[in-house]
C-alpha cells in the first residue's frame, strides 16, 4: 500500500540523525529516524517540511516543500506575537 504524508525534521541529533514526525492532517501519527545526509540537502535542518510517501510503512521518497515551511513558520510566529501582545489595562 502506498501513501502520502507530511513529514518535519522535528530535531537533528548529534548532527547526524534527523528525527522526522510523520503528520496525517494535523496530528502526529508517527515518528522515524534517519542519517540527516540521506534528507535532500536544501532539507537539512529543523522544521523542514517534506512530502512522503510510504510504501509497505517504508519511506520511499521526500520531496522538500519549503513554501510550506515557510507558511508554517510564519503561522507560528504570528501565534507568538498574538500571545506576546500585552493586555489591555482593566
Same mark, same amino acid.
Request: charged share 40%; glycine share 4%; hydrophobic share 35%.
Given at each position: 500500500?502506498? =501513501?502520502?504524508?507530511? &513529514?518535519?525534521? /522535528? $530535531?537533528? *541529533? ?6 522526522? @514526525? ?5 496530528? *502526529? ?8 545526509? !540521506?534528507?535532500?540537502?536544501?532539507? +537539512? ?6 512530502? *512522503?510517501? #510510504?510504501?509497505? /510503512?517504508? @519511506? ?6 519549503? !513554501? *510550506?515551511? $515557510? =507558511? $508554517?513558520?510564519? !503561522? &507560528? +510566529? =504570528?501565534?507568538? /506575537?498574538? #500571545? !506576546? =501582545? $500585552?493586555?489591555? /489595562?482593566?
Amino acid at each position: 500500500m502506498t =501513501e502520502t504524508d507530511t &513529514a518535519v525534521v /522535528d $530535531r537533528i *541529533v548529534d548532527g547526524k540523525t534527523a528525527v522526522l @514526525l510523520l503528520e496525517a492532517g494535523d496530528t *502526529v501519527v508517527d515518528e522515524r529516524t534517519m542519517a540527516v545526509e !540521506s534528507l535532500p540537502e536544501d532539507g +537539512q535542518h529543523e522544521g523542514a517540511v517534506f512530502d *512522503v510517501v #510510504l510504501e509497505d /510503512d517504508e @519511506l520511499r521518497e521526500l520531496t522538500y516543500r519549503p !513554501s *510550506v515551511e $515557510r =507558511e $508554517r513558520r510564519e !503561522s &507560528a +510566529q =504570528e501565534r507568538f /506575537d498574538r #500571545l !506576546s =501582545e $500585552r493586555l489591555p /489595562d482593566e
